[in-house]
């Protein structure tokens, strides 16, 4: 499955969003699949623990202020909160 969008780029762009609304965002990678993805990071481990903590930022940064909201699907939310009971809780932050 080709990564279209990774979870960085959603971030910058609800960020860019909220500093410039009126201003028009693109957001572009080099469109890869994801087991080549993971063999150039080179750790698979990591790399979940990177997608949960970018995804608690797109969920708790609009309640913040510092990004606008983006609406994830329910089984994106389930696979969340799974990997979290499944301890890749390196990435999340904190309060």
């Keep these: 499955m080709p990564l279209t969008c990774s979870l960085v780029e959603r971030r910058s762009f609800a960020t860019a ?3 410039w ?4 965002i693109l957001c ?3 469109p ?3 087991a080549d ?3 150039s990071i080179g750790d698979e481990m990591l790399v979940l623990d990177m997608l949960v903590g970018d995804l ?3 969920i708790e940064y609009p309640k913040l202020g510092f990004a606008v909201e983006q609406e994830a699907p ?3 939310h389930a696979a969340y909160e799974s990997l979290i009971r499944d ?5 999340l932050i904190t309060s």
């Design 28 to 30: 572009a990678s080099d």
């Design 87 to 91: 301890g890749f809780t390196s990435r």
């Design 17 to 19: 969003r909220k500093l």
């Design 56 to 58: 608690q930022r797109v």
């Design 74 to 76: 329910e089984d994106v």
């Design 37 to 39: 993805y993971l063999r």
């Design 21 to 24: 609304p009126d201003a028009e």
């Design 32 to 34: 890869r699949e994801f």
